[in-house]
């Protein structure tokens, strides 16, 4: 049965309708989006603002139940104002309900929410736990709304400077992608889907690749400033290396110190992490550990083998990171790298300081190849600081002697070929064809994961 409310010319296409017939304005079933099998749930509401009735709770639940058992990616159109006043709790256990089928989904089928209104008080916590939230431009989203904000804080405030697409874009992480309506957002979505399996059990799908593996990358390596302390945008390394240069980069706006992307190499997709020099000279901070460390997760439970690409001086210091929990944090990255089982190839361009060259996917937290150009540097810390550190009272010409020497020394990467964290110093121009035969090597990597429930994330 086709549902009514699908337009004729939207990219989206309902084939099979589920609890049709029940009270509510939350509608779910089977769709087609421009070729993809997916379920779809339509919770765009207009009656009271889109308040939820306690059966639509339900219907949402059943469509991510539905998409679980049917092994499909989830897809929902959201937007209401929360659960409906009149029903009482019934209306909050039917949208808990939803959040519980929601969860059950994560790690076993991609699940994907467009927010194209408004999105308050408990509904919008279900932002919170899909993979991927795209949000049009007039849309918004917040736990408590500028009226509540007003009242506890005495500052007034707007729906869109509290909740905006722009804030979740840029400052809260909350949305992935900013589309500019709800034909852009399917469309972003498709496009999306085009790099992801359908399913845990499933590999991503392939494309065909007119882009030649061992094509030669020279322009990578130009990239690169004279000084080791100039800035670059790690993109244009990133385009050299992948298929046509095309990559879609969830979060682009969000700790814009890391880069993270689904991409192609060889036709085979691949999540793509990488330090971002441009912003913050590519040091991890919270925000950026949390990114990493989600979306690093994230390509392991769905198969897609992992590139990380490494130029980073350490940590980003200060008193207030420290304060917000940097460590936890910053252990998020190494986790989800460490417990990581598909494919990962580490490849160091420039630096890879300190604790951020283990979290980075180093060879000790177990990534499978370590490549690095000539011009990297791995160390525990820059020749300046190393040597303010432990020749401080030597004059300031005999500490530039001793800042050269460190470098002659230290910094570079055939010390750490010698020690085996490095297994190859590769030519910049034979990267794609090195990164391409090694992700060919591992394609049937296998790793046997020890019994247990589940293991206890850093959040």
Known sequence: MTDQRTEPDSPMSRQVDMRARTSGFVRAGLADLHGRKVIEVDARGTDHAGSLLPSDGFSIAAGARAAREQRLPFVMQLASSGADIGTGVGALDGWGHAARELTRCS???????????????????????????????????????PRMVAEFTGVPISKDELGGASIHARTSGVADFIASDTDDALLLTSELLGFLPGH??????????????????PEAYEVLPPSSNGSYDVRAIIESVIDDGDFLEPHAEWAANLVTAFATIGGRTVGIVANQPQTVAGTLDIPASQ??????????????PLVTFVDTSGFYPGKDTEWRGMIRYGAQ???????????RVNLTTRKSYGGAYIVMDSKKIGNDLAFAWPSAEIAVM???GAVE??????TPEERAELELAYEERLLNPYIAAERGTIDAVIHPSD???EIHAALEMLAGKRERLPPRRHDNTPL
């Not at 990255?333 to 494919?343: D, K, S």
């Not at 550190?389 to 030597?394: A, E, F, Q, S, T």
């Open 200 to 217: 845990t059990d499933e590999d991503p799908p392939a494309a065909p690749c007119s882009d030649p593996v061992d094509r030669p990358t």
């Open 431 to 433: 990267t794609r064809r």
């Open 107 to 145: 790690g076993i089928v991609p699940t994907i929410i467009i927010v194209t209104g408004p999105v308050v008080s408990g509904p919008a916590l279900l932002l919170g736990l899909a993979d991927f939230v795209i949000m049009t431009t007039e849309a918004y989203a917040f736990v408590m709304g």
């Open 333 to 343: 990255m190494a986790f989800a790298y460490a417990r990581a089982t598909v494919p």
């Open 389 to 394: 550190i432990l020749n401080r009272r030597n």
């Open 382 to 384: 820059g020749a300046k």
């Open 291 to 304: 990114k990493g460390g989600r979306f690093v997760s994230f390509c392991d439970a769905f198969n897609i």
